[in-house]
């Protein structure tokens, strides 16, 4: 166990909806990551938040949104969603800013989001 | 645009023996590299790391080395463990862009009895 929870476990909608996942971060922790693996490929950075502050931008989609909370849980808002949405999503969280030493992330279970 | 590439998507090996899990990347600005172990229904989970400055890290039975000029790094796993069994995936990131980390595609380790 991480520490890390993502909620929901698993998701199924329809194109064209809108869903939101939520990530609460280890207790402590200011970063949170967010990273989508579609069937076969890496993780793909999404984006990456500190103390509630947008850091780094990664290929995220205009469609896709997030913020990190004061109590620092994290949200990704996925809009206008699309077949080709449908992926593991995992939020990370680390309790440093910078990767100098680039500590390790602590990966939440994921969500599995199901376009249909 | 993969900046970070593992070119076996699945390997095999016998329990008790080494287990060479290999990584390349394109981007020489790159000065971290990670890896990262992943089993079914469960999110990545840190295994060990290397700085650019070194071009060996070791921890317990696994062994992490950094070739710079060949932009390939590969995971070593010595003895080789049925619970070693999992996905693997390396992952970089650059000092002056710190907060971006790419992640490879995974290499599939199945160690047999």
């Known amino acids: 166990d991480s520490g890390v929870t993502q909620t929901p476990k698993h998701l199924i909608t329809a194109t064209g909806q809108r869903v939101t996942l939520r990530c609460s971060p280890r207790?402590?922790?200011?970063?949170v990551y967010w990273y989508q693996q579609s069937l076969d490929q890496g993780l793909q950075f999404l984006i990456h938040y500190y103390n509630g502050e947008e850091r780094a931008k990664g290929n995220i989609l205009e469609r896709f949104s997030a913020q990190q909370f004061p109590d620092l849980h994290s949200e990704l808002n996925l809009s206008s969603l699309e077949l080709g949405d449908s992926a593991l999503y995992f939020c990370?969280?680390?309790?440093?800013?910078?990767?100098?030493?680039?500590?390790?992330?602590?990966f939440g279970p994921g969500t599995r989001l199901t376009v249909l | 645009d993969q900046q970070v590439k593992q070119n076996s998507p699945s390997l095999s090996v016998q329990e008790g023996r080494i287990s060479i899990l290999n990584c390349d990347y394109t981007?020489?600005?790159?000065?971290?590299f990670l890896w990262y172990k992943k089993y079914p229904a469960e999110g990545p989970t840190f295994l060990i790391s290397?700085?650019?400055?070194?071009d060996k890290n070791e921890d317990g039975r696994f062994t992490v080395f950094l070739n710079k000029s060949a932009k390939h790094l590969s995971l070593h796993i010595v003895p080789s463990q049925p619970g070693d069994s999992a996905v693997y995936f390396c992952a970089a990131s650059a000092e002056n862009n710190f907060n971006k980390f790419y992640f490879g595609s995974g290499t599939k380790l199945n160690v047999k009895p």
């Open positions: 207790s402590g922790d200011l970063s």
């Open positions: 290397i700085s650019s400055i070194k």
């Open positions: 990370a969280s680390s309790p440093r800013l910078d990767g100098l030493g680039s500590d390790e992330q602590f």
């Open positions: 981007n020489s600005m790159f000065d971290y």
